[in-house]
């Protein structure tokens, strides 16, 4: 089972920046995708972005222009690079690895882990 450990996260203030990392237990070939979610407060997880084995990448709306994902297959390792933070990201942000097809993003990993926090205030 693929084990994920997120880091980069932290306090920042509106329009800062921030590049979450996501490093995995073992080589990711073999493996289609790989995706970021957030966690708001109160609030149920939110899919943001993903990057899928043909170097494809998508990305929701409310993020579009100010998130890139990106992954570095030697250091088995995904990133998320973030621009121009607003309040409304501040979350915890977990990577997850899978397939994507025209039915979404699937994971195939082995769960949740921590996450990494993201906190954007004045």
């Known amino acids: 089972q693929v084990q994920l450990v997120e880091s980069g996260g932290g306090l920042v203030q509106p329009g800062g920046s921030l590049r979450l990392s996501c490093a995995a237990s073992?080589?990711?070939?073999?493996?289609?995708?790989m995706a970021w979610y957030r966690q708001a407060p109160g609030k149920q997880r939110e899919l943001v972005a993903v990057s899928t084995s043909g170097d494809l990448t998508i990305y929701a709306d409310s993020v579009k222009g100010r998130f890139t994902i990106s992954r570095d297959n030697a250091k088995n390792t995904v990133y998320l690079q973030i621009y121009s933070l607003k309040p409304e990201d501040t979350a915890v942000y977990y990577c997850?690895?899978?397939?994507?097809?025209?039915?979404?993003?699937?994971?195939?990993?082995?769960?949740w882990g921590q996450g990494t926090q993201v906190t954007v205030s004045s």
């Open positions: 997850r690895s899978g397939r994507y097809s025209n039915w979404g993003f699937t994971p195939t990993d082995s769960g």
């Open positions: 073992g080589s990711i070939f073999g493996i289609n995708a």
